[in-house]
């Protein structure tokens, strides 16, 4: 079975998105420039496209919240990755086909969404793309195995933070990867279990360019 990978690009000062999200600007006002890495043509262009090439070949599922399905499906055109997609949301709603996978909304609980997209995953990842209050959520759940950062070097001043949302206990990581290009850092960690049934230490994480 694979990892629940919560993956999400930031800012310096931590926002996942500027101000003023919506349906005309998906990432707010200002949110694109944390996305330029994955256009990035510059001479390192390797080192991101590797990152980014590896994660889609890992991913077997994708979750994400309503707001994130209700700003990016109008710009996916399709599920975001070839995969069946789990929308998190407070609404019953019937499936939606679309050419490279189905949206399936789950309204019962966090551990059924993720339970659901693990079984659809089969060997592979299940991808949290988030939003920020989502990708909060499952963490402090304890549902995430591992946390991949893509930190862009900008101070976007304002807008949606990651993790903003005081509550439960501490969090350890350990970082298991470390990558990087003049437009991004790539972080990824290994969420610490703590007591029993603790997950081991496991094999450092080796980007794949």
Known sequence: ?????????????????????????????????????????????????????????????????????????????????????????????EELPMKSGTFTFVSDSLESAIRQARKAAKEKDVLVMGGADIAGQLVRAGLVDEIQLQLAPVLLGAGTRLFDHPGGDRVELERTGLAGSARVTHLRFRVVRQGVGAAPTGVPHVFGF
């Open 1 to 93: 079975m694979g990892t629940v990978l919560l993956n999400i690009t930031v800012s310096l000062d931590g926002f996942v998105a500027g101000p003023g999200v919506g349906i005309e600007r998906p990432m707010g006002e200002g949110g694109e420039r944390l996305h330029e890495w994955l256009f990035n043509d510059d001479a390192d262009r390797d080192v991101d496209a590797g990152v980014h090439r590896e994660l889609s070949a890992s991913t077997g599922a994708v979750v994400v919240g309503r707001r994130t399905f209700d700003v990016g499906v109008g710009l996916w055109k399709d599920t975001p990755f070839p995969v069946p997609c789990f929308v998190l949301t407070h609404e019953d709603r």
